[in-house]
């Protein structure tokens, strides 16, 4: 059984000794003839010293279980936290517990009363005895509360023993909480915000209760992605937002970052959760980022209207262009016809895009109508400036083209370039 020795007695281990650890068990007396089995203060047992250890852990196991018996165990009366509830009644079920198991039996009294709640119409109020029998740890009392949608505080009532027998009282009474789940309904708004070019500007949403509430309501607002993205388009929230009793609105802010590039209108939600003292009613908000960022061809003074900036891309020449280039510099095969760069404002890649998702719509002198895909679209070092380059089309008729760009869902204005006979 291993019993260790120490400081002239043997230390019993917690179960041994009900629960405390180290406690000196055996001690041997001064005749050396008898050891006396220490149990607490008023029980021992003086055994022969010449017994074997065997036979003294059986006694400690005996000697346990009597003094289990002999102990008056603790009694409490535990919290209960209940909601409301709408109609009828709910059960808010108060526990009376033992510390420990008790021999004898252990009865007491109980009796609800009043805290902020009122018997007869909050709950319904109870009293009686209770009885646990050997063995017994834990007995119910079941309090009836009384449910209704009146928006009312948080309600209390308590439950008390009294009358305790073979028992002493640890914690003589228990609050039940009445959680009132009556409040005001919540709503959050939609709102659409212009973007801006720069900086930050705040899209104010706006909470909404249905009516003023008698105790403070809290939220979460949490900000989700949709086709706008956090970081880029705006900063994340996720707050707690509190309304004091009486507060019909509160204002949440996210902050829209600016910017010159053109997008389509984008969105993204503030979304509500974690009611206390509330219901959600509507609990998404929409904000829509409204794009203000025109695509514009670059235009400069030229022979033409409305001339787009615009070269050779490789020969560095102004317009007019020839679709093929000149014989004798370079054999080109088909396809391989002049490329072109013009430059655009407000245009820069979103991530994931490539040169090809911007297109180049050309109508050419005969009316021909062209979607080249761009070959490159690339800022231009230290301007807001983009440069979109594309291939002149095998069949472009001579003359005066009119040039415009399709990017992001939209189209730019329209500009020239000329082409060569
Ligand atoms: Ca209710
Ligand atoms: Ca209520
Ligand atoms: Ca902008
Ligand atoms: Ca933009």
């Known amino acids: 059984m291993g019993l260790p020795e120490t400081d002239g007695g043997i230390v019993c281990d917690a179960l041994r000794c ?19 089995l220490m149990k607490n203060s008023n029980c021992s047992v003086r055994l022969p010293l010449r017994i074997s250890l065997l036979l003294i852990s059986a ?14 165990p603790t009694i409490s009366v535990r919290d209960v936290v209940v909601a409301e509830g709408n109609s009828g009644t709910t059960q808010a079920t108060f526990v009376v517990a033992l510390s420990a198991a008790s021999s004898q039996t252990v009865s007491c009294s109980f009796a609800t009363s009043n805290g902020t709640a009122t018997a007869g119409s909050d709950y319904t109020g109870n009293s009686g005895s209770l009885s646990f029998a050997a063995g017994e740890v834990e007995k119910p009392v079941v309090v009836l509360v009384t449910g209704d949608t009146v928006d009312e505080a948080q309600e209390t009532l308590f439950l008390d023993i009294s009358n305790v027998q073979n028992a002493t009282i640890d914690k003589g009474r228990g609050t039940g909480f009445i959680i009132d789940d009556d409040g005001p309904t919540i709503s959050i708004n939609d709102i659409s915000i212009t973007e801006g070019n720069s900086g930050t500007k705040n899209a104010t949403f706006t909470l909404t209760l249905s009516g003023p509430s008698v105790e403070a309501i809290a939220i979460r607002a949490i900000t989700a992605a949709g086709t706008a993205t956090a ?21 949440v802010d996210v902050a829209i970052l600016g910017d010159i590039n053109l997008e389509q209108n984008e969105t993204f939600t503030v979304n509500l959760s974690e009611p206390f003292g509330t219901t959600i009613a509507d609990g998404e908000g929409v904000g829509t980022i409204l794009d203000d960022d025109t695509l514009l061809v670059v235009e400069e003074s030229g022979p033409a209207p409305q001339q787009a900036a615009a070269i050779d891309s490789l020969l560095f020449t102004r317009d007019p262009f020839p679709v093929k280039r000149i014989a004798g510099w370079f054999n080109f095969p088909a396809g391989q016809d002049t490329l072109v760069l013009i430059f655009a404002q407000n245009l820069r890649l979103n991530q994931g895009e490539t040169a090809a998702n911007v297109v180049v719509n050309l109508v050419d002198a005969n009316n021909q109508n062209f979607d080249v895909p761009a070959t490159d679209v690339s800022a231009v070092p230290n301007t807001d400036l983009t440069q979109i380059r594309f291939r002149l089309p095998d069949t472009l008729a001579p003359g005066t083209c009119k040039v415009l760009i399709k990017a992001h869902g939209q189209s730019s204005n329209q500009g020239t370039i000329r082409i060569a006979p």
């Open 18 to 36: 009900g629960g405390t650890q180290g406690r000196k068990a055996f001690e041997l007396n001064n005749d050396r003839n008898l050891i006396t």
């Open 231 to 251: 970081a880029s388009d705006y900063n994340s929230i996720n707050l707690v937002v509190i309304f004091q009793p009486g507060t019909v609105t509160r204002t």
């Open 59 to 72: 006694f400690v196991l005996l000697a346990t279980s009597v003094d289990v018996a002999a102990q008056s």
